[in-house]
């Protein structure tokens, strides 16, 4: 069984500022991480992942994500936010089940 | 680029109606799901299938069925319609899962199609 916690409904932040959206995760054997992106009343679309290797990850539109292991989280960053970032954010991990588990996501909102 | 097509965006459908949801990917991808997704609650798994002819249930498949025939297309069936089945329904497919190093593993959404019931 594997499982995902978003503790934030919502993060806001100005446009310039770092942006974190927070994730951890519950798996059964080694995790494959996940950070899509969804913008209104469209599909999902990936960010970026963590198979193996290095525990930063760097992905699309200037996001990265960290694995941390002993914490089992996997945080998504970007340093300077735009005002485009403001959308509904997903952590899924994977484990040997052919299955990603979803949360309820974050919301960012970012401010000009 | 993989495409996820999904034949419906916007769908109203009457109580006890039987709805079918059609979903084909073009990539050859093994896997493919069926989510639907509220506010607050996120994705909920209703069904996937690993192959043709074959499918396991989700996390919420009650009230629902599903086709696969053939390898692109996936389609889900409300059996008959309610209105507490009134959401956002969005397929995704991928390849053989766990993914392997240096492959471009993960899930690819079609756009969704946001189903009213009344």
């Known amino acids: 069984a594997q499982s995902v916690a978003q503790p934030e409904d919502q993060v806001n932040v100005a446009e310039g500022n770092p942006l974190t959206v927070k994730c951890t995760y519950s798996v059964s054997g080694n995790p494959y991480l996940f950070w899509y992106v969804q913008y209104p009343n469209r599909g999902l679309q990936f960010l970026l992942k963590?198979?193996?290797?290095?525990?930063l990850v760097k992905g699309s539109y200037g996001f990265e994500a960290e694995f941390n292991k002993s914490q089992t989280s996997f945080h998504l960053k970007k340093p300077s936010a735009l005002v485009s970032d403001s959308a509904l954010y997903f952590c899924?991990?994977?484990?040997?089940?052919?299955?990603?588990?979803f949360g309820a996501g974050t919301t960012v909102t970012v401010r000009a | 680029d993989v495409k996820v097509t999904q034949s419906s965006r916007y769908l109203v459908k009457r109580t006890g109606e039987k709805v079918f949801l059609e979903c084909v990917q073009d990539m050859d991808h093994e896997n493919m799901f069926w989510y639907r997704q509220d506010p607050g609650l996120g994705l909920r798994l209703i069904y996937f299938?690993?192959?043709?002819?074959?499918?396991e249930k989700g996390d919420i498949p009650e009230g629902y069925s599903v086709s696969r025939e053939k390898k692109e297309r996936f389609s889900l069936i409300l059996e008959s319609a309610s209105t507490n089945q009134t959401s956002m329904y969005l397929c995704a497919s991928s390849l053989i899962f766990p993914p392997l190093v240096g492959a471009d593993y993960g899930y690819t959404f079609g756009s969704g199609t946001r189903l009213t019931v009344v």
């Open positions: 899924a991990p994977g484990g040997n089940d052919y299955k990603l588990s």
């Open positions: 963590y198979i193996t290797g290095d525990n």
């Open positions: 299938s690993y192959d043709v002819k074959m499918k």
